[in-house]
C-alpha cells in the first residue's frame, strides 16, 4: 500500500545578503569612514567602495584583513559571499514563473504533496527546487533529457501515448521506497524460489498472498512494490535495478483483475531472472526489447502453466465455467487465471467468463 510517511525537506531562505551590507553596517555602528577603514586594512578605498556597494566579492585575502580590523572571522565573511554567490546563480538559472508553473503542472502535485515530496507551500520555487531534488536533475531541460532516455522494462497496453512524466514520477516514488527498504544481496537462486513459491498462492486473496510474497521477493534482495498508477498511465508493471545491485518489482494493478495481476508479477520475474542488470526502452531497441518481452511472456507461461500448459490448455479449449474450474483445479491456480489466458489468445471471446476473474482494488487508508 502507497505509503503517506513525510520526509522533513530543509528550510532554504530565497534570500542572501551581500557581505558589502554587513560591512557598511559595522563601518557605520563603530564610527569608522570607509576611508579609514581602507587605510587600517591595508587596502585601497576603492576596494572597499566596491566591497560595499555589491560589485566586488570579498575574498580570502580581504576576509582575513576584515577579521584583523573588525575581529568578526574570516569564515564568516567568505561564507557570506559563498552564500550570495550561490544565490546569485540560483537567481541566474531560474526558469520564469510561468515557464515554472507550466512544468509543475505536468505532474501529480496533490500526490507529490501528501507523500512529503514537495514542501506544502505556494512557492513556486520552493516546489520546483524540491522536485528536481527528487529527480535528480538539475533544470528542465536535464529533466526532459533524462526522461527521454527512461531506461525500464514496461509491460505496456498497446493504448495513446503515454503520460511519460506521470510514469516517471510513479517509478521514482517506488524507487525511493525501495531504496528505504535495506535489503539483502540479490540472490537468484532464492528468488526463483520465491517465484514458484507464489505460484501456489494465486487462489488466496491478497490478504493472504500480498504479506507472504513480498516477504519472500525481500529475502532474495528485490522490492516488490504496489503503486497506484496515475490517471492516464497505461504501465502495468515495470522491472528496473538500483545501484545497490537489487532488483525492484513495481506494479500498478492496472485493470485489477487477477489474471492481469498474476501474469503481470510473472513476467516482471522473468525479466529479473532472466535480464539481471539490464534495462530496455519500451519502443526503443526494437528487436532487443521485443525479444527480452517475448522471454518474460514465456517465462510467465511456463510458471503458470509448466512446459508445454498453455499448448495442452488450448487444445482442451473448455468454453464453460464447469470445464474451465476443473482445469484450474487440476493446475492448483484460480479459474480467472485460465479465462485470461484463453482469452488473450482469443479461443475465449472477451465478454465471456469474467465472473470467474477475482478483482483487486487499492484501499485508501484514512
Same mark, same amino acid.
Given at each position: 500500500?502507497? =505509503?503517506n ?11 542572501a545578503?551581500?557581505?558589502g551590507e554587513?560591512l557598511?553596517?559595522h563601518l *557605520?555602528?563603530?564610527?569608522l =569612514?570607509?576611508?579609514?577603514? %581602507?587605510r587600517? !586594512? +591595508?587596502?585601497?578605498?576603492?576596494i572597499?567602495? !566596491?566591497?560595499i556597494?555589491?560589485?566586488n ?9 576584515f577579521e ?6 574570516a569564515a564568516v565573511?567568505? /561564507?557570506?559571499?559563498?552564500q ?17 508553473k507550466?512544468?509543475?503542472?505536468r505532474?501529480?502535485?496533490s500526490?507529490l504533496i ?5 514542501p506544502?507551500?505556494?512557492d ?8 528536481f531534488?527528487?529527480f535528480g ?8 533529457v !533524462?526522461?527521454?532516455r ?9 493504448g495513446p ?5 506521470y510514469v516517471? !514520477? ?7 521506497? %525501495?531504496?528505504s527498504? #535495506? ?10 524460489k520465491a517465484?514458484?513459491?507464489?505460484r501456489?498462492?494465486t487462489k488466496? +486473496? ?8 513480498t ?5 532474495? +534482495?528485490?522490492a516488490?512494490?504496489l503503486l *497506484? ?11 528496473y535495478?538500483?545501484e545497490?545491485g537489487n532488483?525492484?518489482i513495481?506494479l500498478?494493478?492496472?485493470r485489477?483483475s487477477n ?9 516482471e520475474c522473468g525479466h529479473?531472472?532472466? $535480464?539481471?542488470?539490464r534495462n530496455?526502452?519500451?519502443g526503443g ?5 521485443e525479444?527480452a518481452?517475448?522471454?518474460? #511472456?514465456?517465462?510467465a ?5 509448466g512446459? /508445454?500448459g ?5 487444445? %482442451?479449449?473448455?468454453?464453460?465455467a464447469? +470445464? ?9 491456480i ?7 489466458t484463453?482469452q $488473450?489468445?482469443?479461443?475465449? $471471446? ?10 483487486f ?6
Amino acid at each position: 500500500m502507497p =505509503t503517506n510517511t513525510m520526509n522533513r525537506i530543509p528550510f532554504e531562505p530565497n534570500w542572501a545578503v551581500h557581505p558589502g551590507e554587513i560591512l557598511e553596517e559595522h563601518l *557605520e555602528a563603530r564610527g569608522l =569612514t570607509q576611508a579609514e577603514f %581602507a587605510r587600517r !586594512t +591595508g587596502l585601497t578605498t576603492k576596494i572597499i567602495s !566596491t566591497i560595499i556597494s555589491g560589485s566586488n566579492p570579498v575574498t580570502p585575502a580581504t576576509a582575513l584583513a576584515f577579521e584583523n580590523v573588525l575581529g568578526m572571522k574570516a569564515a564568516v565573511w567568505t /561564507n557570506l559571499q559563498s552564500q550570495w554567490e550561490l544565490f546569485e546563480e540560483r537567481r541566474r538559472r531560474a526558469p520564469s514563473e510561468a515557464k515554472a508553473k507550466s512544468f509543475l503542472s505536468r505532474f501529480p502535485v496533490s500526490t507529490l504533496i501528501s507523500d512529503g515530496v514537495l514542501p506544502r507551500t505556494n512557492d513556486v520555487n520552493a516546489r520546483l527546487g524540491a522536485l528536481f531534488d527528487f529527480f535528480g536533475v538539475a533544470s528542465i531541460e536535464a529533466y526532459d533529457v !533524462t526522461v527521454a532516455r527512461l531506461a525500464v522494462n514496461h509491460r505496456e497496453a498497446r493504448g495513446p501515448n503515454e503520460a511519460h512524466d506521470y510514469v516517471f !514520477t510513479w517509478l521514482k516514488l517506488g524507487e525511493r521506497r %525501495a531504496r528505504s527498504m #535495506n535489503l539483502p544481496r540479490f540472490d537468484a537462486v532464492k528468488f526463483e524460489k520465491a517465484v514458484r513459491a507464489a505460484r501456489t498462492m494465486t487462489k488466496k +486473496g491478497p490478504d493472504a498472498f500480498w504479506p507472504a510474497m513480498t516477504m519472500y521477493c525481500r529475502e532474495a +534482495g528485490v522490492a516488490l512494490l504496489l503503486l *497506484e498508477p496515475f490517471t492516464g498511465m497505461t504501465v502495468y508493471g515495470s522491472t528496473y535495478w538500483i545501484e545497490s545491485g537489487n532488483a525492484v518489482i513495481q506494479l500498478s494493478l492496472r485493470r485489477k483483475s487477477n489474471d492481469q495481476f498474476w501474469f503481470t508479477f510473472f513476467h516482471e520475474c522473468g525479466h529479473v531472472l532472466l $535480464h539481471p542488470k539490464r534495462n530496455f526502452v519500451d519502443g526503443g531497441d526494437g528487436a532487443q526489447s521485443e525479444t527480452a518481452e517475448m522471454e518474460a #511472456n514465456a517465462f510467465a507461461e511456463q510458471v503458470i502453466y509448466g512446459e /508445454n500448459g498453455v499448448k495442452e490448455l488450448r487444445e %482442451a479449449s473448455p468454453m464453460t465455467a464447469e +470445464g474451465v474450474k476443473r482445469v484450474a483445479d487440476k493446475l492448483g491456480i484460480h479459474p480467472g487465471i485460465v479465462v485470461g489466458t484463453l482469452q $488473450h489468445y482469443k479461443d475465449l $471471446h472477451f465478454s465471456r467468463l469474467n465472473d470467474l476473474k477475482a478483482t483487486f482494488a487499492f484501499v485508501k487508508s484514512e
